[in-house]
């Protein structure tokens, strides 16, 4: 499956989130990331998320598409992270 995360959490947890999200996903900017997931690896990224937030004050967003054909993305203004990756 294809999907988008985002996430608001406090300014403490932000780079615990932000290298477990790497770990699963494409960076895209901020706190938003893409990309193909199995089921499993998205209940494995889901489960750790659950422990690095405070489910009172932060929040984890995930948009779900079976593949990211099925996605038009615009990108207006500078692309933060291109998904170009060199070998």
Same mark, same amino acid.
């Given at each position: =499956?294809? *999907?988008? /995360?985002?996430?608001?959490? %406090?300014? +403490?947890?932000? @780079? +615990? =989130?932000?290298? /477990?999200?790497?770990?699963?996903? %494409?960076?895209?900017? %901020?706190?938003?990331?893409? @990309? ?6 998205? +209940?494995?990224? !889901?489960?750790?998320?659950? +422990?690095? =937030? ?5 929040? =984890? *967003? ?6 990211? !054909?099925? /996605?038009?993305?615009?990108?207006? @203004?500078?692309?933060?992270? @291109? ?5």
């Amino acid at each position: =499956m294809y *999907i988008i /995360l985002v996430y608001d959490v %406090n300014e +403490k947890r932000v @780079g +615990k =989130m932000l290298k /477990l999200c790497r770990r699963y996903v %494409n960076w895209i900017q %901020n706190s938003v990331f893409e @990309g193909e997931i199995t089921q499993v690896k998205l +209940k494995e990224l !889901k489960s750790a998320a659950g +422990k690095i =937030m405070d489910k009172e004050e932060d929040s =984890m *967003i995930i948009f779900k598409s079976r593949e990211e !054909k099925w /996605l038009k993305k615009e990108i207006i @203004g500078q692309e933060k992270a @291109g998904l170009d990756t060199f070998l």
